[in-house]
């Protein structure tokens, strides 16, 4: 499918009709979605097609999903650094419903990706990780409606195979950075990129809509500056916030 919208787009040269063809046809190409209607999501979707190009889509991105080598390394090692209430300034605000802990991880992780990221490249993380947390929240409302179902009705029920946070740490860890070149020949250190990049994918969906909260104080609020940090006043501000969603 991303070969068959692409060549058009690409092949157009600015013919009006081409372009419109491709950008308003309402039904997709029936040799690329299937026509095995055991496969069909509502009759409508071949899930599996179009989760494959979305992910091709990804990986074609320069500089990734992320858009900065810098920022990925920066994820790494908020990912390794290891918060303990005991050292966080318990005069700061947190975001409610977490610890002071795990509100600085919060914070640090949205101040990194708001100080390396241009302002397309933030609406494409939110866009991305917001739609894989959304995605694993109701995966795991619908495994537990299906577990309370099975409950009541005393049968059995194969639960495996559902989307889980590890598969969607396999399947973005490596579109993160968009580099899939060898580093120097060295299989070690490929593997080792490989897994940190599992690890910060499964941080930042874990967390995410704690980070989209605190984006969404500081975008109201106003954005932390100097080394002050978020003024105190804030976290009232927040607890409304917090309130209204």
């Known amino acids: 499918m991303y070969d068959h919208y692409a060549s058009q787009?690409?092949?157009?040269?600015?013919?009006?009709?081409?372009?419109?063809?491709?950008?308003?046809?309402?039904?997709?190409?029936?040799?690329?979605?299937?026509?095995?209607?055991?496969?069909?999501?509502?009759?409508?979707?071949?899930?599996h097609s179009v989760a494959c190009v979305f992910k091709q889509f990804l990986s074609g991105l320069p500089g990734g999903i992320l858009g900065s080598v810098e920022l990925f390394r920066v994820l790494v090692d908020i990912y390794e650094h290891r918060f303990y209430d005991s050292e966080v300034d318990t005069s700061e605000c947190r975001l409610?419903?977490?610890?002071?802990?795990?509100?600085?991880?919060?914070?640090?992780?949205?101040?990194?990706?708001?100080?390396?990221?241009?302002?397309?490249?933030?609406e494409l993380i939110c866009a991305v990780f917001g739609l894989s947390a959304l995605l694993l929240h109701e995966t795991e409302r619908n495994i537990e409606l299906q577990k309370?179902?099975?409950?009541?009705?005393?049968?059995?029920?194969?639960?495996?195979g559902f989307l889980d946070l590890d598969r969607l740490g396999r399947v973005f860890g490596p579109l993160l950075t968009g580099s899939s070149e060898s580093v120097n020949n060295d299989?070690?250190?490929?593997?080792?990129?490989?897994?940190?990049?599992?690890?910060?994918?499964?941080?930042?969906?874990?967390?995410?809509?704690?980070?989209?909260?605190?984006?969404?104080?500081?975008?109201v609020f106003g954005f932390p500056t100097g080394a002050g940090g978020v003024p105190a006043t804030v976290c009232e501000e927040n607890a409304l916030v917090e309130g209204d969603s």
């Not at 690409?10 to 190409?29: F, G, H, V, Y």
């Not at 990129?193 to 989209?212: A, D, F, K, P």
């Open 9 to 47: 787009v690409l092949s157009a040269e600015r013919e009006k009709d081409k372009i419109d063809m491709t950008m308003r046809a309402s039904n997709l190409p029936s040799d690329s979605v299937g026509s095995d209607r055991d496969y069909l999501f509502n009759g409508r979707f071949h899930v």
């Open 96 to 122: 409610a419903g977490f610890s002071s802990a795990a509100s600085t991880r919060i914070k640090v992780i949205a101040l990194a990706i708001l100080a390396l990221t241009s302002e397309m490249q933030l």
């Open 148 to 160: 309370q179902a099975q409950r009541i009705n005393s049968g059995s029920s194969c639960l495996s």
């Open 187 to 219: 299989t070690f250190a490929d593997i080792e990129r490989e897994i940190q990049g599992e690890r910060v994918t499964m941080m930042l969906i874990e967390n995410w809509r704690g980070v989209s909260r605190q984006l969404k104080v500081w975008e």
